[in-house]
């Protein structure tokens, strides 16, 4: 579904709040979470040493700049890449100075998916933790790490919040770890009248559904939303397989809405689209920052060898 740094609204209507969680609850994702593996009959993308290079390049500097989620969203690109032992030996060392909740689970959630899984612990600590502003952080970032813990912190935030936003990110862990009543919450949540809260479902939905939900999350886009909410959905779809989500990926990837261009960008790796890889290696000079990291980690992650 999330995020901070993307919090600027096309609508001055719209409220800041629930848009920063909505961009928050998409983005860092990607899918794991990061990515999903390749398909058994999907070919690795091949980048020329050139391309591959730059792709490294935007996402080493991306990671040492000083925006914050810019810079965790570059790291994540790195490990999806093959680099992840570079993002844990630049990222740990933040922890010990860095006091505000939400980044800490940023920090954290990039250093468990590059492989230091102890990390999780953080995570799971301020989730149980009496302060609320890490809570929706801690489960989102859980989820996408694919990490419970022993589970009790995650079920009772999921059974007593009355916060949708977390109850989303908490059922997306649980029904990632098989939990029948989470899922069954989420595709409920497809029919919830907010577009901020049923945009997120489906996101969550494209990931860790089935082809049950194709025609599920299809049928929100007759509803009357913008053309971000509506490419929420699309990218869904392609993860899932849907071919209209995937020609409709393609077209986002030249969006005039940086933010949509930068969600296609990311989910073009989600749904193993190497078909678009020319518009991704465009993507690289992309004015809006995140756009161009996520073209790269959808690059390298596309022209890793195939996971059987």
Known sequence: MDNNTLAQSRDANRSLARRT?????????CLGMGQLSHGADQKPLKLSPEVRERCVQILQDGMHSDEFWPSIHAAEGLTLG??????????????????????????????VRAGDRDKAQIMLE?????????????????????????????????????????KLMTAAALARSGDKDALAFLRKMLSHEDPELYKVAAWILGRIGDKTDILRIRRNLSRDADELTHAYHQHSLAALGDPAGMVALGKNLQSEDPFVRTYAATF??????????????DMLDDPHLDARYRAAQSLLFLSRPVVE
């Open 21 to 29: 969680f909505t961009i928050s609850m998409i983005f860092v994702l």
């Open 82 to 111: 093959g680099y992840g032992d570079e993002v844990i030996e630049y990222l740990t060392p933040k922890l010990t100075t860095e006091e505000d909740d939400q980044k800490r689970c940023g920090l954290a959630r990039e250093i």
């Open 126 to 166: 301020i989730l149980a933790g009496e302060d609320p502003h890490g809570h929706v952080h801690a489960a989102e970032s859980l989820y996408k790490v694919n990490e419970l813990g022993d589970g009790v912190a995650m079920r009772k935030r999921f059974q007593e919040t009355d916060d949708l936003r977390l």
């Open 268 to 281: 073009a790796g989600d749904a193993g689209a190497t078909q678009f890889a020319d518009e991704l290696i």
